[in-house]
């Protein structure tokens, strides 16, 4: 995933390739320089890339044996790194980066041959598995990442943006805690979120990890096995939330694409904000921080990569307003919302979807068809005009009939 300029969008494809020792040391090798080179930069308190490159240049070419492209990419790593750190109000220790992963230049820094990739060093990857579809355009640069036994090269290609349809009306995505309710006036579907399924893997960890740092507990006998089961819970719940996170907005923009809808979701921007200012935060509330961000932007680069408008909505209002004329909701039993002024009721959730529908469509001046709930939304003068007035037939019908296979 990456982003995208006129015209072009930015891939990434994953090539898997053999993790060889070699592949390996150099990966640890360029890791622990750049540790040692951000360290430097916060002690020095290096501003500029040339005093960067100044201090660290020959000790990374000479006390790391990295090669010279290298190790410039490393200490460009490590200035990156010291900033945004420097940057983070809520900054603790100084940052150490444990993640393996470097990044290599097309030509200099590695070359994909037939069969294999032969990275910097002369050294040798044979290559697993790739997506092909990309294989027409150009390899730019590269990241080399090793985890969990992996090894995988990020290669990004810039493939022709695909031009905008015209749409005729919104999908809009209202994002919850616990569910995603999406469609337009007349669908209405909904997806749970994965954040409890994650949770639990956290809980799971959380209490393994308390049963065995009681003092009565001779923890040290097991203690490798311990805290890799630990770990492997935590993964666990990153991956269901990344899985979750990249798949459901494939599947709603699918069926934007299918209805020729735009997407519409809100801007989540300022609740991410004001969760991720919370002091020691719950891991409930970090899993949602992570499930958010991911979300939004996946369903921006699927809406992207397939060719869907998007609207990103204020989200002032769409869970307490009347879609239908504006007015203050009021409760109305559980979950159910009622309009006072002009009667309309529905469930809380499908008024979040309604009201970033309306939104989006005057962001994206779509005049939808006729039918539906929103109907006398876009038109007090309905009755004095020709019900064809958009010059083209109703198709709602057609959509409704129970040909909406998912
Ligand atoms: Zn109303």
Known sequence: MASGDEGLLTLSIGMRVSPEPAGIELLRRYNVA????????????????????????????????????????????????????????????????????????????????????????????????????????????????YREGRMILWISKRIPRPKQYKPRDVIAIDINERKIVYGD????????TAIDRAYKWKVLAESLQRKYSSPRYPAWRRRKAILNRIRSYHRKARNILEDWARKTPLKIVRLAVKLQHAVAREDLTGLINSLR?????????????????????????HAMKLGAPLAIVDPRGTSSECPQCGSK???????????????????????????????????LSIKPSFGGVLAPLTAPQMTDVNQNRWGEPMNRPQRGGGTLAL
């Open 34 to 145: 750049l540790n040692y080179a951000i360290n430097k930069i916060l002690s020095l308190n290096l501003k500029t890339i040339r005093d960067v490159h100044n201090a660290l240049y020959r000790e990374l070419r000479e006390w790391f044996g990295l090669p010279s492209r290298i190790a410039l990419d490393c200490y460009r790593d490590a200035l990156a790194n010291a900033r945004a750190w420097r940057r983070n109000p809520y900054r603790g220790r100084r940052p150490k980066v444990k993640k393996l992963s470097m990044l290599l230049h097309q030509g200099s820094g590695y070359r994909v041959e037939d069969g294999y990739v032969e990275i910097i060093g002369g050294i040798r990857l044979s290559i697993i598995g790739w997506d092909r579809r990309y294989d027409g355009y150009e390899n730019g640069e590269a990241r080399l990442v």
């Open 185 to 192: 006036d007349e669908i209405n579907k909904d997806i749970d």
């Open 277 to 301: 200012k919370i002091r020691n935060k719950d891991h409930r509330t970090k899993l949602i921080i992570m499930g958010y961000s991911r979300l939004v932007k996946w369903i921006d680069w």
């Open 329 to 363: 909701l009021e409760e109305n039993g559980y979950r159910r919302l009622r309009c006072p002024r002009c009667g309309f009721e529905a469930d809380r959730d499908v008024i979040g979807k309604l009201n970033i529908r309306k939104k989006a469509l005057k962001i």
